[in-house]
DNA sequence: TATGTGTTGACTATTTTTGTCAAAGGTAAT
DNA sequence: ATTACCTTTGACAAAAATAGTCAACACATA
């Protein structure tokens, strides 16, 4: 199910790091971190910073990762979710370019 | 600010209901209607939908609306939101397809 | 003055999220 | 079989966010 914990996973295999040790680096308790990277807890945006420093991952994609799956959460189960996306997009391409001037 | 509160306020004012009435006929408190329409409180999709029956609106149409200021209030201040909302709305269509069969 | 309008703020209750902890069960090595 | 790791689980408490209640205010108008 969840994909930005199955990649965090992943890469805290590749950095050889254990659950204790990668939590313990990350001031968190294991029993969290075990827990988020089966999908069971919800990532803090902090976290993910973090963990991402700690494998040496590109710390952007795996924020895009983290909000995109915050989002998602949000439209489960909802009928019009691909729909209110897109309006969302809409919205916010208009408020970027707002903001630019 | 809030694109959703002002709609529904429009609709109330085109139903020519107070917002008093409209509360009562909701099962809401005034006060909570009042700062929702002005955008100082969330909207619940419950209420939405309610109030879309007694104004006789789309109610899709605003349950699109309401999820995507959801989504959008999630995302504000994040430099990434609309990559974000890029891939999620990839995943969404991926997984709408999945259902499909 | 009396009635209807919308707004405000203080307060409580409830729900959700987050954090802590102890223990279980697995594997591997010695 | 005990030691030393590993991950997972669940029970629980703390804290934060959300939702709901209520009384009063300011304004307009009949």
Known sequence: MSTLGLKLRELREQA????RKAAMRTDIDVSI?????RGERKFSK???LKLAELYKANADKLVIDFLSEK???ELEDEDFGLEALKVAEKQLKYKKDKDKK
Chains 1, 2 share one sequence.
């Open 16 to 19: 050889g790091l254990s659950l």
């Open 33 to 37: 971190l075990s827990k988020m990277e």
């Open 71 to 73: 989002v998602l959460y």
């Open 46 to 48: 902090e976290l993910v």
